[in-house]
């Protein structure tokens, strides 16, 4: 991020300004964008600030502040829900934040009861008739159609 520009260039600025030049001239005499010039002289008649604003301060993203708290009570119980995780941490956040967490953090939140794999059986009763009569194999053609065949170029 670039260093802030000094309140003298921004004084020689304001004073340019209200002498009636643009922000496009602005911008070339002091080496600046043109749309910092009009954010900066919209702020100054706004509210009168030369100086420039402190940064902001962003804070870490949810799973970033909680991972070590997360990662301990997936540890100690695996079979948490999310609405249980939520009460375990004692956080207010939705449980769409909480899963987007444990997807954020790579970890595995699958809650899915166990049961054995069902037994292959018939779909169609033992005295059905079959799908279709099959036909001759001597109806099945194996010569290739013309109009699978690449043909010349156009002229």
Do not use: C
């Not at 940064?55 to 970033?64: D, N, S, V």
């Not at 099945?140 to 156009?154: D, E, V």
């Amino acid at each position: 991020m670039p260093a802030p520009l000094s309140v003298d260039l921004r004084r020689r600025v304001l004073a340019d300004f209200q002498a009636g030049q643009t922000f496009a001239d602005l911008g070339r005499k002091y080496s600046v964008s043109a749309e910092w010039v009009r954010q900066f002289i919209r702020r100054y008649q706004a509210t009168g600030e030369l100086a420039a604003r402190p940064p902001l301060i962003r804070k870490p993203p949810f799973h970033r502040r909680h991972e070590t708290a997360i990662r301990t009570a997936v540890a100690a119980n695996p079979s948490l829900t999310l609405e249980r995780l939520r009460t375990t941490l004692g956080v207010d956040v939705s449980l769409a934040t909480l899963h987007a967490a444990l997807r954020a953090l790579k970890i595995s939140f699958k809650k899915r009861r166990w049961s054995p794999p069902s037994k292959p059986g018939r779909t169609s009763p033992p005295n059905a008739p079959n799908s279709a009569p099959s036909r001759p194999s001597a109806s099945i053609r194996t010569a290739s159609s013309s109009s699978t065949k690449r043909g010349s170029k156009p002229t």
